[in-house]
């Protein structure tokens, strides 16, 4: 069951994303002062990143401007997932340990989408069980919804945040972004080390 809500959460993200990104070409030819950051992909036009100010484990503020500079790998999850955040993070780990000094060119971020539990504290244990490059970002829930709005990232709650006792179902994809901020391609939690430590040494 949590497979198939993977799955379709993920063809749901690909086609928001999809239509955004017509939707957004559309608006781009209208209004050519916009930023965007696009990337061909097939036929479409894929914007994924945008605006957004969270911070990371150690109290630092990161936005959008901080991606620039190196290679990203982000991805959405939360500290509380039971399947998996940990199967992905744990397989960018091990991707970044395969490339040796080449990995520091690279910097995976973790985006909580679970800002009422994932507080800066419980991030910060978090991240210390995968990479040391691992930036573990959270915010208020306005900021995380504005990140993952950018990213176009689908998340819910399966009840109210106020009850302590959820999970929350969210899409799982890793999205590699180039220095300049702009999207390259993207992976899912069940992309093997192997396909990903490739595709890195590719571009890196
Ligand atoms: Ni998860």
Known sequence: MVRMILFFAFVAAIS???FAGLL??????????E??????EGEGVVLIGGPFTLTD???NTVTEADLRGHW??????YTYCPDVCPV?????????EKLGSRANRVVPYFISIDPWRDTQEVMAEYAAYFHPSLLALTGTPAQVAK????FRVYYSPTSRPETNDYTVDH??????????????THFSHATTVEEIATRLAEVL
């Open 88 to 96: 992905a993070l744990q397989n960018v780990t091990l991707a970044l």
């Open 72 to 77: 990203s790998i982000l991805y959405f999850g």
């Open 171 to 184: 899409t799982s994809i890793l999205y590699l972004m180039a220095p300049d901020g702009s999207y390259v």
């Open 57 to 59: 484990q150690r109290g």
């Open 147 to 150: 990140a993952a709005a950018s």
């Open 35 to 40: 930023p965007q950051q696009q990337a061909v």
């Open 16 to 18: 928001v994303a999809t």
């Open 24 to 33: 957004g070409g559309q608006f781009a030819s209208r209004f050519a002062k």
